[in-house]
């Protein structure tokens, strides 16, 4: 662990991209060969804005790593943080629980607090109106959602006082996790509900892609499924049930161009109604 985690402290640029495009080459591979859904799409042109945005949420990381840096430095040098009052414990269980606890604020905390706070919502929607999810809607966030996740993920080093190693370890589970579970593959229904119960499945993570509520208020996890469970979020719905985008805003035509795309976070607050299905 200790050579891992020396390796994501330095880990080069060019691996992290290789990450990034591997992960989506992969699962996008994977999609054709054995797909949840067969949609009847131009993959290429549905695939463009969502690579856009994947796009701007690099460049907002890129810019703002400095920051990370500086919160991270701070904390080691001076003992701050959750794993580094708790007793001292092994390398595995140090690097385990660290990456654990940025996935509860960096992904799980914002994802909560972006569908239960209006302004928030309206610009996590975004993320919500592709109607036919993939592994490249992994990405699909506004440059404002990317700013305000990135805002959680720093409030999560600060408090977490977690090294670089742990952060970039984190970062990279984190962005394989959200391509495999929006990725639309079909794995057996059985060992799809076995991963539920460690990590977000791709099944699991469908129901919050539902258009109605209550599902869209659930499953908020990104890498770990325990937080759902824990906290009450996780919910089932079978896949031949759900319905991709939201409600609210139906037109699949417009959520698909760009230019609205840019423009939904100032639409008036609308969350999605409520499912007769329980």
């Given at each position: 662990m200790?050579v891992?985690?020396n390796?994501?402290e330095?880990?080069?640029?060019?691996?992290r991209?290789?990450?990034?495009?591997g992960?989506?080459?992969?699962?996008w591979?994977?999609e054709?060969?054995?797909?949840l859904?067969?949609?009847?799409?131009?993959?290429w042109k549905?695939?463009w804005?969502?690579l856009?945005?994947t796009?701007t949420?690099?460049?907002i990381n890129?810019l703002?790593?400095f920051l990370?840096?500086?919160?991270?430095?701070w904390a080691?040098a001076?003992?701050f943080?959750?794993?580094n009052?708790?007793?001292?414990m092994?390398?595995?269980?140090?690097?385990?629980l660290?990456?654990?606890?940025l996935?509860?604020i960096?992904?799980?905390?914002?994802?909560f607090v972006e569908h239960?706070?209006?302004?928030?919502?309206?610009v996590?929607?975004v993320h919500h109106?592709?109607?036919k999810?993939?592994t490249t809607?992994?990405?699909?966030?506004?440059?404002?959602?990317?700013?305000i996740?990135?805002a959680f993920?720093?409030?999560?080093v600060f408090?977490?006082?977690?090294?670089?190693?742990?952060i970039?370890?984190y970062?990279?589970?984190?962005?394989?996790?959200t391509?495999f579970?929006?990725?639309n593959?079909?794995?057996?229904?059985?060992?799809?509900e076995?991963?539920?119960?460690?990590?977000?499945s791709?099944?699991?993570?469908?129901v919050?892609?539902?258009?109605?509520?209550p599902?869209?208020?659930?499953?908020?996890?990104?890498?770990?499924?325990?937080?759902?469970?824990l906290?009450g979020?996780?919910?089932?719905?079978?896949t031949?049930?759900i319905v991709?985008?939201?409600d609210?805003?139906?037109?699949?035509?417009?959520?698909?161009?760009?230019?609205?795309?840019l423009?939904?976070p100032?639409?008036k607050?609308?969350k999605p109604?409520?499912s007769?299905?329980k």
């Amino acid at each position: 662990m200790e050579v891992l985690l020396n390796y994501f402290e330095n880990i080069p640029s060019a691996h992290r991209s290789l990450i990034l495009v591997g992960g989506l080459t992969f699962f996008w591979i994977l999609e054709g060969l054995v797909p949840l859904y067969k949609f009847n799409y131009k993959k290429w042109k549905h695939a463009w804005p969502n690579l856009f945005f994947t796009f701007t949420t690099v460049l907002i990381n890129f810019l703002l790593a400095f920051l990370l840096l500086k919160t991270s430095d701070w904390a080691i040098a001076n003992d701050f943080g959750i794993i580094n009052w708790l007793p001292e414990m092994s390398i595995w269980m140090y690097a385990i629980l660290g990456v654990m606890l940025l996935d509860f604020i960096g992904a799980y905390l914002a994802h909560f607090v972006e569908h239960n706070v209006k302004p928030l919502w309206m610009v996590h929607l975004v993320h919500h109106t592709d109607h036919k999810v993939d592994t490249t809607t992994a990405n699909r966030h506004h440059p404002l959602e990317s700013l305000i996740r990135y805002a959680f993920t720093l409030f999560g080093v600060f408090l977490v006082g977690a090294p670089m190693g742990v952060i970039m370890l984190y970062q990279s589970l984190s962005l394989v996790a959200t391509q495999f579970g929006h990725a639309n593959i079909s794995l057996p229904k059985k060992v799809d509900e076995i991963l539920s119960w460690v990590i977000v499945s791709p099944d699991m993570h469908k129901v919050h892609h539902h258009n109605m509520l209550p599902y869209t208020d659930s499953n908020y996890g990104n890498i770990f499924s325990i937080w759902d469970r824990l906290l009450g979020t996780f919910m089932k719905l079978d896949t031949k049930d759900i319905v991709y985008g939201v409600d609210t805003f139906p037109n699949e035509d417009e959520n698909s161009k760009l230019t609205v795309l840019l423009k939904q976070p100032f639409h008036k607050y609308r969350k999605p109604t409520t499912s007769v299905e329980k």
